[in-house]
Each structure stands twice: as structure tokens, then as C-alpha cells.
């Protein structure tokens, strides 16, 4: 056998010799539960008095875990149990979620600007997932490659694998990191990303930024968050969030007053000092979140990132994506107060009343009281009556509702704007979205569950998209891959016939933009179906908010068209806030600008779960190929569909030919399939009068279904 077989003998040896001994596996097991803490991590620092740069190095462990596991002992009986290591609270429910180093949040990367981030990401999630982490706020100049979304400048991290991401923390300011597939984000898989800087404008306001100031909020499902996905896509399951968390902890209303309950996070302050408090809102379903402090105000002094001039609010509301830093200073009796956060929308007191807590401790104050007292009545919890807020949900503004478009940038920052404000608009698009009554084939088959024939009460669903338009993203990365993606799957609404708006359409959705570009987005909501205003965030720039407006309960294109042409959409070009993500009011517009000096493949999407997976997104592609791919490591993860042997070339065009074939075909078809069911109709109807015979309606249904899918499209189109 040996010397019958010396080559697999040989081959054998060398497997043997490379592959990890159990031991070896065991101590890279061990070695990643060394996890790190991110308060008292090297690069967390005084960025003025040691302003670096550094490497900053990160692991970071993705596996399925539990709230209130076996790891709580007996928590929240004993407090003190809960906070053992691996002890994971949420808010007291027990569920199944996706760890990031064993806790909710995910750890915080608090860094300086201009340090190196260096995270090794871990992929040990049992069910196979792959994955892919977004450095939201990170506009990744040099490294597109880093942004983490997958299948747009990344290959999925597979399960039993790691990534090793590398970038330079810039630009200054909060962010945050989270999984950009599927919907890993609702599973638990994100964490804050602060990025302080040596020159902060603003920080004779504040005596201290510390990191445990930093809160990450989030609405909380008590089930997987698939789960709820697919109960709502697919039956008539709701999409309303159970409850809120904050930095992973909170306590759910208990069935009982007497039940023990989880406790809060608690926010730590000294007498007489203002202390930076940085927010960031990782709402996953539409539930806004109104933040306030009692019988304390807010200065807001920046927001994504940017300085605003400081503005003193009683309350403020934060959506998905978006961040606000405020200074709270601690100047009331010591004592215990309540930060409060309430959720709007989906999450008011008409479905779920959402809300959550957390304890502001003034030292020497025991806080332990307060940990079982319960969260207040929802409607106390919306922000002092009559009080002044900031970024109002859904309403005109007024003198105590402030929107985005009053805010402004300091005078002289950033010290060299390249933002062109005042110059000439070298391109606009007007990107007009709702949710739409069409046939989307993923959760509406047109033959035997049509959205027409099914009761809202069973599941009738509409689709969120953008001009009609729905991303369905690429089958490889398009930043690197750009030649193995169909030319022809690439497409936006001026692909399609506009007269057929009912009928469903998707595409790889993009928007070809030059560099070096002064581009103008004008967002509108049509808000004909739902009240729900979106998130929209844009991945790689920052952009000036210089319009707003809500200007009805609903608005056509057109509309907004006619007002633009006469000069009705206001504009506001005096030092315009600075973001990277907005909020589109219902039934109105917000108008962004931004310079397109960062070249690549970048998403712009509703930061809304649910809408961006099922479409509601599109991809803007800034420069050519050749400059998007020029900085990607020649080894880097490639990825993407396989059919056979064969050079690509060939069966891409013969894919395209077959296409455009079976398109003229089915028009062929179509056409006879119209006319012989025309003939059949009026057979029918002779049959029933002489015999009272009956035809079959599903399969005339069917039928013409086929013939308007395949007839009406000016290009190829995808199928699903």
C-alpha cells in the first residue's frame, strides 16, 4: 500500500505537518476569548496630548449567543450577576442574537484621527452566515475596499474564516460599526466609533469626553430578527419593534411589579462639569428616538461627525444612521435623573409604546434605587412639553421644532472646504420614492398570490423603491469585479418604460457619476401610501443638507419638479450642515450636495432595515473602473456566480442573447398568448351560454401575466 501510493503517502505527511495540532487549535480558541476592553485599549487617549498617529488593533469574535444565558447565573435576582463576563442582559427577554465579543453592544473602537484601524474579524457564527462589517462614517479615501458592504466592495466573510480590515480613522467624530449583510445588524452585530481629534472646535464647551458618555441606541426585537422579516414579508406578521435598548441593556415592562428586573445603563457625572455625551441611533425598524434628560438640557454641538454652531434644545430626535453629540452639564442637585428614549412611528403608543431608560448618576449618588423603579409612562418620556427640539419627526418647523436645514457649520471649518456650495450644479437627479402597490415577485407571485388579491389583514405588501426602481445587489463586488457583472443588469428608472410605473423593476440600480463633480440629490418622499419618513445615509462622502421641506401628507414628482423650475424648493446656502444621513420628510423633499472627489462604488439606501433589503438603495458609481480597483490588493477575496467552464466572455454574451431571444420570443408569445385568450374568452362565453361550461381563470391569469413581464421592458431584466 506505502510504496504502491508514495505520492498520497508524501501528501498525507505534508497535511499533516501544516494543518493546526488540537492543542494549537485550542490556544487560537482560548486566545480569542482574550478579548479587548474598549476603555482601557492603548489607543484610548487625550488626542491633544498625544495626537499620534498609531495602529490600533481590534479582534473581534461574531458568534450566535443568548440573552440571559447560562453565563447570568442568577440574574437580575442578584444585580451582580449581571454583569459577569459573558453575561448578555438586553433587556431582560431571553433570545437568541449575534455576539460581538460576547456582549451587546459591540465593543467601542475609540481611536484618534489619523490612527490606523486594524480590526481582525472573526467569523464564527455556527449557521454558516457570511458577513461583512460597515466603518459607518468612514469615507475610506484610498481603501473603498474597507467600506464592508457585501457583494459592492467585498466578498462575504465566510463562516470558519477572518477578515482583517485596515483603515485611517478619519474623518473626526462619532460613527459606528455594524454588519452590512442581511439582517445581522437587527441580530446584534454593531458597536460605536469614535474618532477624536487634536483640534476639536468646540472644546472650550466641555470639560470631559469620555467613552463610557458614548450611548448606542437601538430598537429590540424579542424574536430573530429573520424571523420577524419573513413572518412579515411572507404572512401577515408586523414589523413593530417590542422594545429599546441602550448600549445592550435596558428592562422590559415585567408581567409582574414585583419581578426583579434588568438593570440600566448608567452614565456617571461630577457636579458642576459638562460632560460631551455622544449618541448614536441604530434603529433597525422605522422607530425615531426622542432623546431627553430630566430637568436637564441638551447644547447640540455636532451631528454625523461634522460641528454645528452650538444650539441649546430640551430634547432632540435621532433616526437610523444618524448621530448627535450634546454637552450635559451636570449643574442640578445631585441626585439620579433619567435619560429617556421614546420611540416614534412604528414604535408610538398606537402599537408597541417603545421605550427605555438610562440612570444619570451624579457621584456619591447610589444609583441602586432607580435600577428597579421601572421606565416611566410612554407619554412621559416624549421630551418636556412645549420645550424646544430638534430634528422633529414627520411636522413643519417652528420656533420649537427645529429641523437639520437651521443648523450651521462654524465659520472657517473645515479649514479647507472642498464642498463646492456656491458654484455651478454639474449634474441633479431627483430620486423620488414611496412604498409601491406592485407585484414584487419575492413576496407577490402576479399568478397565484397577486398583491390585488391578497387582504392587507393576510399580508398584502408593498415595496419600497427608489424612481420605481429596486437594487438587487450584483452576484460579485462590483469596486474590484466590474467585468464579471452584466453591463446590462446595471440600470436606473430612464432603462424602462415610463408608462408601465405599476409593473415591478429591478436592477443592479446605479448612477454613473464623473469625478470632481458638484452633484445635487433631491429626495422626495411621495408619502401616498404610508406616513414614514426614511433614513437615507450615503456611504464614502459627507454631503450639505441645503433644503427641506415638508409640504404636504403627500407630494407627486411633478409637483416638486414645477416648484423647483419656478425656484419654490428653498435653499439654504449659508455655511449648510454637513451629514451622512438625513431624514426625508413624508410627503416632502430634503435636497443634498456634495463634491464627488472620493471615486468607487458607494450605496445610498434607506437605513431602515427591512426597506434597504428588499431595495430601497441604489449605487453610485463615481469614476471608472480602472480608478476604483487601483488601490485593491492584487490577492484580495474575489467571489461570484459559476457556470460551467468556458472563458466569461462567451457565455456573458450568450447569456445576452439569450435575453434579448427569449425577450422578442415572449413579446411573440405575449401577443399570440393575448389573442388566444381573447379567443378563448369569447369561446367561453358561448360554451357557458349553450353547455355551461366554465375555463380555467388561474391559468388565464398566468398567461398574461408571462406576456407583460417579458413585453414591456426597453432593457434586460433581472428575474428572481
Not at 467585498?154 to 459606528?176: D, E, K, L, V, W
Not at 407577490?444 to 437594487?471: E, F
Request: proline share 7%; charged share 20%; with cysteine.
Amino acid at each position: 500500500m506505502i510504496l504502491r501510493y508514495p505520492m498520497a503517502l508524501t501528501l498525507l505527511l505534508l497535511s499533516a505537518a501544516s494543518c493546526s495540532t488540537p492543542a494549537m487549535a485550542e490556544d487560537l480558541e482560548e486566545d480569542l476569548f482574550h478579548f479587548f476592553d474598549e476603555f482601557k485599549h492603548e489607543c484610548v487617549r487625550n488626542c491633544s496630548a498625544d495626537p499620534g498617529p498609531r495602529e490600533c488593533r481590534y479582534r473581534i469574535r461574531l458568534e450566535w449567543f443568548m440573552t440571559m444565558s447560562k453565563a447570568c447565573f442568577d440574574c437580575p435576582r442578584n444585580l451582580t450577576d449581571c454583569f459577569r463576563p459573558h453575561c448578555i442582559t438586553g433587556d431582560g427577554v431571553e433570545r437568541a442574537l449575534l455576539s460581538v465579543n460576547r456582549q451587546l453592544s459591540g465593543p467601542g473602537i475609540h481611536v484618534c484621527e489619523g490612527d490606523t484601524v486594524i480590526a481582525e474579524v472573526h467569523n464564527f457564527m455556527e449557521m454558516g452566515e457570511g458577513t461583512s462589517v460597515h466603518w459607518h462614517g468612514m469615507h475610506q479615501v484610498g481603501t473603498q475596499h474597507m467600506d464592508g458592504v457585501s457583494m459592492v466592495t467585498q466578498c462575504p466573510i465566510n463562516a470558519h474564516s477572518s477578515f482583517t480590515y485596515r483603515f485611517a480613522a478619519s474623518p473626526a467624530g462619532t460613527h459606528y460599526w455594524h454588519s452590512h449583510s442581511g439582517l445581522q445588524r437587527s441580530e446584534g452585530i454593531f458597536g460605536p466609533l469614535v474618532v477624536r481629534q487634536a483640534a476639536d472646535p468646540h472644546a472650550g464647551l466641555y470639560d470631559t469626553d469620555q467613552p463610557e458618555h458614548t450611548l448606542l441606541l437601538s430598537d429590540w426585537f424579542h424574536e430573530l430578527g429573520a424571523t420577524k422579516f419573513a413572518a412579515h414579508h411572507y404572512s401577515n406578521g408586523d414589523n413593530k419593534p417590542k422594545g429599546l435598548i441602550i448600549n445592550g441593556r435596558g428592562a422590559f415592562a415585567p408581567s409582574s411589579a414585583s419581578d426583579p428586573q434588568t438593570p440600566r445603563y448608567v452614565l456617571r457625572v461630577r457636579s458642576g462639569l459638562r460632560h460631551r455625551v455622544r449618541v448614536i441611533s441604530n434603529a433597525i425598524l422605522n422607530c425615531p428616538f426622542v432623546l431627553s434628560v430630566a430637568n436637564h438640557s441638551l447644547l447640540v454641538i455636532a451631528t454625523d461627525g461634522a460641528p454645528v454652531v452650538p444650539i441649546e434644545v430640551d430634547s432632540l430626535i435621532i433616526y437610523a444612521g444618524e448621530r448627535f453629540d450634546f454637552v450635559l452639564t451636570a449643574d442640578r442637585p445631585p441626585g439620579n435623573y433619567l435619560l429617556m428614549v421614546a420611540g416614534l412611528a412604528d414604535c408610538d403608543s398606537r402599537f408597541t409604546m417603545a421605550r427605555q431608560s438610562a440612570i444619570v448618576s451624579y457621584a456619591g449618588i447610589d444609583e441602586t434605587p432607580l435600577q428597579g423603579a421601572g421606565n416611566p409612562a410612554y407619554s412621559d418620556m416624549l421630551g418636556r412639553p412645549g420645550g424646544r427640539q430638534l430634528n422633529p419627526f414627520n411636522r413643519a418647523p417652528d420656533a420649537n421644532h427645529i429641523d437639520v436645514t437651521s443648523l450651521r457649520t462654524p465659520a472657517g471649518w473645515p479649514p479647507a472646504d472642498h464642498l463646492t456650495i456656491d458654484g455651478p450644479v454639474d449634474a441633479k437627479f431627483y430620486l423620488a420614492f414611496d412604498f409601491e402597490v406592485v407585484n414584487n415577485s419575492r413576496y407577490h407571485h402576479p399568478a397565484y398570490y397577486p398583491i390585488s388579491a391578497v387582504r392587507k389583514s393576510d399580508g398584502h405588501l408593498y415595496t419600497p423603491q427608489i424612481n420605481n426602481v429596486a437594487l438587487h445587489m450584483p452576484p460579485a463586488p462590483l469596486l474590484y469585479q466590474f467585468d464579471d457583472v452584466l453591463q446590462s443588469h446595471i440600470c436606473n428608472n430612464t432603462d424602462f418604460d415610463p408608462s408601465l410605473e405599476t409593473e415591478f423593476k429591478a436592477c443592479h440600480h446605479g448612477l454613473r457619476l464623473g469625478v470632481n463633480k458638484t452633484v445635487e440629490l433631491v429626495l422626495i418622499d411621495k408619502g401616498f401610501t404610508f406616513d414614514a419618513s426614511h433614513p437615507f445615509h450615503l456611504h464614502g462622502h459627507y454631503f450639505r443638507v441645503i433644503g427641506m421641506e415638508k409640504l404636504g401628507k403627500n407630494v407627486s414628482v411633478a409637483e416638486v419638479k414645477r416648484r423647483d423650475s419656478a425656484g419654490l424648493l428653498r435653499r439654504n446656502l449659508d455655511r449648510p450642515v454637513m451629514k451622512d444621513t438625513v431624514i426625508v420628510p413624508d410627503g416632502g423633499y430634503t435636497v443634498l450636495r456634495f463634491r464627488t472627489d472620493n471615486p468607487g462604488v458607494w450605496l445610498l439606501h434607506c437605513h431602515l432595515e427591512f426597506h434597504v433589503e428588499i431595495g430601497m438603495g441604489l449605487l453610485l458609481l463615481v469614476g471608472d473602473a480602472a480608478s476604483w480597483s487601483a488601490g485593491v490588493p492584487a490577492n484580495f477575496p474575489r467571489c461570484g456566480s459559476w457556470k460551467g467552464p468556458g472563458p466569461d466572455r462567451r457565455w456573458q454574451q450568450r447569456e445576452l442573447r439569450l435575453a434579448e431571444t427569449h425577450r422578442l420570443h415572449m413579446t411573440a408569445l405575449g401577443l399570440a398568448a393575448a389573442g388566444a385568450v381573447l379567443l378563448a374568452a369569447l369561446l367561453s362565453v358561448f360554451l357557458t351560454r349553450r353547455f355551461g361550461l366554465r375555463s380555467n381563470p388561474v391559468q388565464n391569469i398566468e398567461t398574461v401575466s408571462e406576456a407583460v413581464s417579458y413585453g414591456s421592458l426597453k432593457a434586460p431584466q433581472l428575474t428572481f
